[in-house]
Each structure stands twice: as C-alpha cells, then as structure tokens.
T-cell receptor, first 117, second 111 residues
Framework: GAVVSQHPSWVICKSGTSVKIECRSL??????MFWYRQFPKQSLMLMAT?????????EQGVEKDKFLINHASLTLSTLTVTSAHPEDSSFYIC?????????????FGPGTRLTVL | EDKVVQSPLSLVVHEGDTVTLNCSYE??????LLWYKQEKKAPTFLFML????IEKKSGRLSSILDKKELFSILNITATQTGDSAIYLC???????????FGTGTRLQVFP
C-alpha cells in the first residue's frame, strides 16, 4: 500500500518550453502533496506544499509563476515548469501524506529527471 | 531557522564493517525525525523516531533519538554492498507537515 507514482520518469526538453510532471497516489487519498528538487550530490529541497483544492504554498526563493502546481484531486498533483532553462535541470520528486502510515509519514514518488538543453 | 546537519558527508567501508551515521537538528516544536535511504531514485523510508531513548530496529539497521541533545544516530552492522546509498535524515515540527532534510551521508560499501 501507499504507492506514489510520477510521470514521466525522465524528460528532455528545449530551453523555453514548458514541462508538466504528474504525481499520483495510487491506493490512497493524499491530503497533502509535496514537491522537492534535488541537484546532484545535494539533499532534497522542498519547493512547495499543496493541499487538494487550495493554492500551493511555496518555499522562500521558489518562483510560483515559474513552477505552477495544481492539486486538482486527492490523488493527483501536477508541477509545470514554465519556460524551462538549463538551470532548471534537476531531479524532481513528489511525496504525499495520508497513506495510513505513521503520522506524518511521507511516501515518495520515484522522481522525474528533467534535462533542459 | 530550522536546520538538520548530518555527518559524515561521505563514508567508505568494507563489507562487514559497522557504521554510525549522525544527525543533529534544530527545529521549532519538534514532532519527529525520519531516516531515509536513497539509491538511484526517490528516498525510501527507514525509521520514524518521536521519543527519546527508544531504539528502532530493522534487521541490521537501528536508530535512536536523543531529544535532549537534539541528535539521532543510524547504525548499520555487518554492512553489505547493497547498503551503499545516501542516507537522509529529516525532521518535522508540529507547526507544519514539512520535512527539513539534511544533506545526507553518502555510504559506499566495498567487497
């Protein structure tokens, strides 16, 4: 139980294009979903927190107009990287709570590796 | 400012060795500390610790929390090459569901 999927697992795009990444909780309703970014050899950095039906809360320094988050249902959140540039190349990971585990346990998706040329 | 510091940053050992990974933290209204193992993809959950002095154990891995001194350790005994990974420590406060991650410890186990 408590499986989170992400799609796509990797994407390569040209500079200036937009990329959408989906995060789904497969067997539970996710009350909250989180989006992280991880650069090589660095730890996970939280980008934003989203609750179904409400606007995402962005961490300091994360441009909300560049990283659009839509949490349309209790099982789906999307992150759209708009007008992507090479410096946006990173590993993007989502996680979700509400999977019935210990209180506060976040279940992570497998991640999406974005490469912007 | 809430923060999590892990040490060492990197560790290289031989199979069979025992390793201890450290995590110290500062967080407002501490709720829990979590350990994750990250190989090539997203982190996988190892332990959640909320109470001081109670050891959590899973096979060769064990962890304990000291809320007075604000740190936790993760022990791995009889290491195997499959233990090679980045081990992440994260803490959570009551004010929020957010996890604050440390930079991780990269463990490499050689045969």
């Amino acid at each position: 139980g408590a499986v989170v999927s992400q799609h796509p697992s990797w994407v390569i795009c040209k500079s200036g294009t937009s990329v959408k990444i989906e995060c789904r909780s497969l067997d539970f309703q996710a009350t909250t979903m989180f989006w992280y970014r991880q650069f090589p050899k660095q730890s996970l950095m939280l980008m934003a927190t989203s609750n179904e039906g409400s606007k995402a809360t962005y961490e300091q320094g994360v441009e909300k107009d560049k990283f659009l988050i839509n949490h349309a249902s209790l099982t789906l959140s999307t992150l759209t990287v708009t007008s992507a540039h090479p410096e946006d190349s990173s590993f993007y990971i989502c996680s979700a709570t509400g999977g019935g585990g210990a209180f506060g346990t976040q279940y992570f998706g497998p991640g999406t590796r974005l490469t912007v040329l | 400012e809430d923060k999590v510091v892990q040490s060492p940053l990197s560790l290289v050992v031989h199979e069979g060795d025992t390793v201890t990974l450290n995590c110290s933290y500062e967080v407002t209204n501490f709720r829990s500390l979590l350990w994750y193992k990250q190989e090539k993809k997203a982190p996988t959950f190892l332990f959640m610790l909320t109470s001081s002095g109670i050891e959590k154990k899973s096979g060769r891995l064990s962890s304990i929390l000291d809320k007075k001194e604000l740190f936790s350790i993760l022990n791995i005994t009889a290491t195997q090459t499959g233990d090679s990974a980045i081990y992440l420590c994260a803490v959570e406060g009551y004010n929020t569901d957010k996890l604050i991650f440390g930079t991780g410890t990269r463990l490499q186990v050689f045969p």
